[in-house]
């Protein structure tokens, strides 16, 4: 069984430009989940998707970034414009329903510089 | 609101030593707990998981219990080795209705030297 999937795996820009990744869950997953990891500090969630609705984007600081998930499967995430404080590893993760009884998967992550 | 404390690391420890990680949370209700595992270069693994107070999780020798009275989750393993060494989470799920996110700890690295 394929993993979650991510790309890029790494990306570098300059502030107040605009990036966007890509993630593709296991086949079947109805959920998705971004999670923004800084350096030294666990992950936090960012926005959580079932099918292609959106359940909980409380954290998502909306002014800069958007997140989309077209027909249930694969989700984009983006950040316009950029911050330095924006830099962190943004990790996908999938499940096929409720945390407390499935799994949550996650994929490598894409590891985002901003200077 | 719901969150998780990890013991500060990072840790280091002989081959074979006994090793316990603190973890502490707070939250409403009855949360689920987990530990994930963080190998260096690769993603996020589940290591375990408990999902009701004095429930024990267990695998590749390390345990957890979740202790309601003491709201904790610590992780222990009786002989450590090298291939352990990894950044450790803590992590909750909340107990309330239609909340299926994960709240994790800050992580604690743990390096073991032969």
């Known amino acids: 069984e394929a993993g979650v999937a991510q790309s890029p795996r790494y990306k570098i820009i300059e502030k107040r430009q605009s990036v966007a990744f890509w993630c593709n869950p296991i086949s079947g997953h109805a959920t998705l989940y971004w999670y923004q990891q800084i350096l030294g500090q666990g992950p936090k969630l960012l926005i959580q998707f079932q099918n292609n609705g959106v359940v909980d984007d409380s954290q998502l600081p909306k002014d800069r970034f958007s997140a989309e998930r077209l027909k249930g499967v694969d989700s984009t995430l983006k950040i316009q414009p950029a911050k330095l404080e924006d830099s962190a590893v943004y990790l996908c993760a999938s499940s096929l329903g409720l945390v407390g009884i499935y799994e949550q998967y996650f994929g490598p992550g894409t590891r985002l510089t901003v200077t | 609101g719901d969150s998780v404390t990890q013991m500060e690391g990072p840790v280091t420890l002989s081959e074979e030593a006994f090793l316990t990680i603190n973890c502490t949370y707070t939250a409403t209700g009855y949360p689920s707990l987990f530990w994930y595992v963080q190998y260096p270069g690769e993603g996020l693994q589940l290591l375990l998981k408990a999902t009701k107070a004095d429930d024990k999780g267990s695998n590749k020798g390390f345990e957890a219990t979740y202790r309601k009275e003491t709201t904790s989750f610590h992780l222990e393993k009786g002989s450590v080795q090298v291939s352990d060494s990894a950044v450790y989470f803590c992590?909750?799920?909340?107990?309330?209705?239609?909340?299926?996110?994960?709240?994790f700890g800050q992580g604690t690295r743990l390096t073991i030297n032969p």
């Open positions: 992590a909750l799920s909340p107990s309330y209705r239609g909340a299926q996110k994960l709240v």
